[in-house]
């Protein structure tokens, strides 16, 4: 067991380190427990397919002293709709697996947080959101009409995590700027912002459009939606035999 204290206090405590094969390829993970919440967190890491991660700015990976190469990390929050259930309404489902394949390639860590459905409020209180988005809300709106807060994450696990695995110098894979900022406040330099880019759906786009002009996330988009698949309009063609088969198991 190891145990990391973040720049505030927070406490983490790691169990055992295991190898998790996935489609990406194969991570070392560990769980972690938050000793003041009780959450539990996960930490999926690789050396990267050329053993170095990204190289600071304005310096090459090649010939460059061991400190100016930082790992890649992602804080990825719970989503059960969108990482479990493929949902469309957001873009984490799609954000994980990249994550996951960049790290995976450049070498880092994704540090998966519990107990941050629905930006911190809970799944059920997600839900609720949902039912107001429906009705014209958008995602602020939503968590405000229910006397939520719009953001109610909190990342000092996070930087007693990365802290404990010796990653205090990084580059983030996030279009999210408080990330930058809460991490910074718990003593984790980040040396670069990476962004994610993730095409937008017709079913998510207003949400990510909201995200970009209300919470600041580093957003390009194409605010004309994805024209949705031409319907097929070709006559049906039926083969006969297949038809008589059918009709005679039906009589038989």
């Not at 450049?106 to 609720?128: D, F, P």
Request: proline share 6%; charged share 20%.
């Amino acid at each position: 067991m190891s145990e990391q204290e973040s720049a505030n206090g927070t406490v983490v405590v790691g169990g055992p380190v295991v190898s998790l094969p996935t489609q990406f390829g194969v991570f070392a993970v560990q769980a972690w427990v938050d000793s003041a919440t009780g959450a539990e967190h996960l930490s999926l890491s690789a050396p990267g397919e050329s053993g170095q991660g990204e190289s600071a700015p304005g310096e090459s990976g090649q010939g460059s002293s061991a400190g100016a190469v930082v790992p890649l990390v992602r804080l990825h929050s719970e989503c059960l709709t969108g990482d479990v259930f493929g949902s469309y309404r957001c873009d984490c489902g799609e954000q994980l697996d990249h994550a996951l394949e960049q790290i995976h390639q450049q070498g880092g860590t994704l540090v998966y947080l519990r107990g941050h459905e629905g930006r911190g409020i809970g799944l059920a209180n997600k839900i609720r959101a949902y039912s107001l988005q429906e009705s014209g809300a958008d995602t602020v709106e939503a968590n405000e009409q229910l006397g939520l807060p719009v953001d109610a994450r909190d990342y000092s696990a996070a930087a007693g995590i990365l802290s404990a695995l010796g990653h205090t110098r990084i580059a983030l894979l996030s279009n999210n700027p408080l990330k930058e900022a809460d991490l910074s406040r718990h003593g984790i330099d980040v040396v670069a912002m990476v962004p994610a880019h993730i095409p937008a759906r017709t079913e998510n786009l207003r949400y990510l459009v909201t995200k970009r002009d209300r919470m600041h996330h580093a957003l390009a988009l194409d605010e004309a939606p994805p024209a949705p698949p031409a319907p097929d309009t070709g006559a049906i063609t039926t083969l006969p035999h297949i038809m008589n088969d059918t009709t005679e198991g039906h009589t038989a």
